[in-house]
């Protein structure tokens, strides 16, 4: 059974970068494609940012391209995502998600693993 743990969420101001990591466990790291999305109060999850199983494509939300940037270490059974130039509108609670495939995609349904989510809240 695979299990994700999410890790780095926060309080942070505007303009601040936050760094959120997913540790992987339970199956083979490199079988998987990883996303992260997020889901605001009130609103439906969305994406955020996604990746392949080798690292050589990423997919990103029109929101966050530019500021945000997905990365996985295959090593270390870990995802990252580096949010740099936050604003208060990335007051999310973020998710982690891993998907049985080399291939990444943006629907959330189409991701069979899910973390418990990591708050993160960019004060004005």
């Known amino acids: 059974q695979v299990q994700l743990v999410e890790s780095g969420g926060g309080l942070v101001q505007a303009g601040d970068s936050l760094t959120l990591a997913c540790t992987f466990s339970?199956?083979?790291?490199?079988?998987?494609?990883m996303s992260w999305f997020r889901q605001a109060p009130g609103e439906e999850r969305k994406f955020v940012a996604g990746?392949?199983?080798?690292?050589?494509?990423?997919l990103y939300a029109d929101s966050v391209k530019g500021r945000f940037t997905i990365s996985r270490d295959n090593t270390k059974n870990t995802a990252y995502l580096r949010m740099s130039t936050l604003k208060p509108e990335d007051t999310a609670v973020y998710y982690c998600?891993?998907?049985?495939?080399?291939?990444?995609?943006?629907?959330?349904?189409?991701?069979?693993?899910w973390g418990q989510g990591t708050q993160v809240t960019v004060s004005s």
């Open positions: 998600a891993a998907r049985f495939s080399i291939v990444v995609v943006r629907g959330a349904d189409d991701y069979e693993y």
């Open positions: 990746i392949n199983w080798n690292g050589d494509t990423t």
């Open positions: 339970g199956r083979s790291f490199v079988s998987y494609a």
